[in-house]
């Protein structure tokens, strides 16, 4: 009994970080406790915050807890869209749209810390990104997403083209399962973007669903 735990603890502990862990569309007071049980299985990298309808005071108070967290784990913490809250709160880093702001002033602000960028499928924005030194470029929706049901198509030729030109981490969004991931990571993506399937599974819970993808 006791080999076969050391063999399992083993097993956790050389578990790559390949998860982009995005957060619910609301988080609760049941959710940092949960959060804390799906990190602990070692294959979360990032987890980004990613709250469109709160108010400044309330997300700075949330943020506060959930950095606790993802410490503790030594996961990097994302904030979403805003560069200016991520400074503010200093996280390890910001995710920018195309649409979210100037990229530009998002990389003078958070100097040394992480910017990602979203290029959906366009080489133009991905060498964009390279230009203004992001730290990672994400791509997709390469399936249907319950989180961005309106989101442009990307195709696995993106991700063979950048993993060759594009000397940058790359992180791949939209609909991704356990069904579906491991073709991404094949294609060349580095991390991949999950959110419904961990928070909304109809299954399984959290803590449960993180272990599908190792």
Not at 80 to 89: P, T
Not at 151 to 171: D, F, G, M, T, Y
Request: include cysteine; glycine fraction near 4%; proline fraction near 2%.
């Amino acid at each position: 009994m006791v080999r076969r735990i050391r063999k399992r603890v083993s097993s956790i502990n050389k578990l790559s970080r390949l998860v982009y862990l995005i957060s619910p569309n609301r988080i609760n007071n049941n959710f940092y406790s949960i959060l804390d049980k799906v990190l602990a299985y070692k294959n979360v990298k990032f987890f980004q915050l990613r709250l469109k309808h709160h108010k400044k005071d309330s997300l700075i108070k949330i943020a506060t807890k959930l950095q606790k967290i993802t410490s503790k784990h030594k996961v990097k913490f994302i904030v979403n869209d805003d560069y200016l809250l991520a400074s503010k709160i200093k996280a390890d880093g910001c995710h920018m749209g195309q649409l979210d702001g100037s990229i530009s002033d998002a990389r003078k602000k958070l100097k040394n810390k992480i910017l990602g960028i979203t290029c959906h499928c366009s080489k133009t924005l991905a060498k964009r990104a390279v230009k203004i030194n992001s730290d990672y470029l994400a791509f997709g929706s390469f399936f249907k997403s319950k989180l961005k049901p309106g989101a442009k198509k990307a195709n696995l030729e993106i991700l063979r083209w950048a993993k060759i030109e594009i000397k940058k981490p790359i992180v791949a969004i939209g609909g991704i399962d356990n069904s579906n991931y491991k073709i991404l990571l094949n294609s060349g993506a580095k991390y991949i973007a999950i959110s419904s399937y961990i928070w909304d599974n109809p299954i399984l819970k959290p803590e449960i669903a993180i272990r599908n993808f190792k």
